[in-house]
């Protein structure tokens, strides 16, 4: 079974910068593609930020620039480097495989405020 563990999330003014981490287990790891999504209130989970097995990452045009997504296979650990948050980019983030299974975490809520 899949287990997903997000962390790293809390409340951040506009400007400031989180790092996000995810463990993965019940998985090879290795060969999946791995995203991570969100969820902003009232609103559908989106697609942020993806990176293939073999390391290629594709950022949303809503991010690029400002979010870094890596990954480290030895730990199975994906990361989310965000920096020039806005609140905008308040939400619950999650990783998961991409395109995403059926084993969400609880995910972990980003708040960015003055």
């Known amino acids: 079974q899949v287990q997903l563990v997000e962390s790293g999330g809390g409340l951040v003014q506009p400007g400031g910068s989180l790092t996000l981490s995810c463990t993965v287990s019940?998985?090879?790891?290795?060969?999946?593609?791995m995203a991570w999504y969100r969820q902003a209130p009232g609103k559908q989970r989106e697609l942020v930020t993806m990176i293939t097995n073999g390391g290629s990452t594709h950022p949303q045009d809503s991010v690029k620039g400002r979010f870094t997504i890596s990954r480290d296979n030895a730990e199975k650990r994906v990361y989310l480097q965000m920096v020039s948050l806005k609140p905008e980019d308040t939400a619950v983030y999650y990783c998961?495989?991409?395109?995403?299974?059926?084993?969400w975490g609880q995910g972990t809520q980003v708040t960015v405020s003055s």
């Open positions: 019940g998985t090879i790891f290795s060969n999946d593609n």
């Open positions: 998961n495989t991409w395109p995403p299974n059926s084993y």
